[in-house]
């Protein structure tokens, strides 16, 4: 499944990567470090673009530093000033069924312009 990894530090580059079907949960809890919040990105002003991302559901309690782009996604999402702190871990969506999906081509292209290029792992 592709997803797309947002680190916090701004030097570090934005991740596509492809993780096991089989092992989501723990890899979310790898990237942001600990249990894991969905914050639902279902505003987007192209339905396409439409996605999710994990956090880390205790960020700010762990004092994790800002994320300005992931920060960014959920202001263009919500309209309104936002903080997202830590790693995130950007997914394509969840189903009917609750089970996540990888990110679109469209999605991964439109995440790449909006983030910069990033660099690709599988």
């Given at each position: 499944m592709k997803v797309c990894i947002i680190p916090a530090d701004f030097d570090k580059p934005v991740e596509f990567k492809e993780l096991p079907d089989e092992s989501m949960l723990s890899e979310y809890q790898a990237i942001v470090g600990g249990y894991i919040e969905a914050v639902?990105?279902?505003?987007?002003?192209?339905?396409?673009l439409n996605m999710d991302f994990y956090c880390n559901e205790d960020g700010l309690g762990m004092d994790l530093p800002f994320n300005i782009r992931a920060t960014a996604l959920f202001e263009i999402n919500f309209r309104t000033k936002g903080l997202i702190?830590?790693?995130v871990v950007c997914i394509g969506g969840v189903d009917e069924e609750g089970?996540?999906?990888g990110l679109s081509s469209f999605q991964?292209?439109?995440?790449?312009?909006?983030?910069?290029?990033g660099k690709e792992n599988s």
């Open positions: 639902r990105l279902y505003n987007m002003p192209d339905s396409r702190v830590g790693d089970n996540d999906f991964e292209q439109a995440l790449k312009e909006i983030l910069g290029n």
